[in-house]
């Protein structure tokens, strides 16, 4: 039940991605990347992470989507032009993502071959009191690093998309003779 | 009856692969996102199921911190693209070229 449940759902995902990379359109692509995160999301409640998958569609699906659909609408973005140079770099590309695709399944073929103890917890992984206490008590560090990494990624983001303005010297000059 | 590490792990190889060929191929600044997004969703995913496989919630945090990372970035990466478009009129990666000369 559960493995078909799986094919499903990785089956929508692989073609919500390659839809995802396929249309020239910027905002085809985000919709099938929402396609790609609610189908993660639904593969992370059949691992038994709800807290997981909730996270991912409120910041995935909901934030992080909502600012890039919002960008394509500010931007009014026209569809990519067709590349004129360099067209012989496309089935290099592709090649390349085929490397890529086989040395990480064999590294993954070979992570799955090693002996290891498959621990069985039960349902207690994943909850989110024990992601909680984890995360309060033993891992308190890291989240206080994130914590600092949001507020200047607010502070950058307020920096970098205001409008720069040429610096204004007279008035700088003018407070400077004030105080003196 | 439940899929074994091997699936998740394989699809999350595929998805990587698929968000790395974009990277490669699109040239709009938006989509070059989009695709860096799915690579890094790629890797929860594999966080996750490793978690579940060991019983260990430490890949569940380092999900948690992916997804703040991710957070951040899009909020520093959408304002580069948009002070971009203000100044070239364009957010098209080959006409970011004011550093060649």
Redesign the interface.
Known sequence: ???VL??IL?GF??AC??S??YHKN?LY??IS?IG??LS?AC??LT???P??AI??IL??AG??MV??VF??M??N?DE??P?TRLRYL?PI??V???V??AQ??FV??A??KTP?Q????GNV??QTM??GT??YTE?LL?VEI?GI??L???V???I??R?MREPNLELVEGSKEDGE | MEPGLGSYLALSGILFSIGAVGVIYKRNAIGMFMCIELMLNSVNLSFVAFSRHYGDVTGQLFVFVVMSVAAAEAAVGLGIIITFFRNRMSVDVDDASILKN
């Open positions: 039940m559960l493995d799986f094919f990785a995902a692989i991605a390659v995802c990379v910027p692509s985000a990347l790609v995160l993660l593969i992370y691992l038994a992470a807290f997981i996270v991912q910041v995935y934030a992080i600012l890039v960008v394509i500010l931007l973005l990519d032009k590349l496309y590309g592709g390349l993502g085929a890529l695709l990480t399944l993954f073929y992570v799955t290891h498959a621990s069985e917890q992984i994943g024990s992601i984890a995360m891992y890291p994130v990494l949001l200047m990624a607010i950058g983001a307020m970098m998309s409008r």
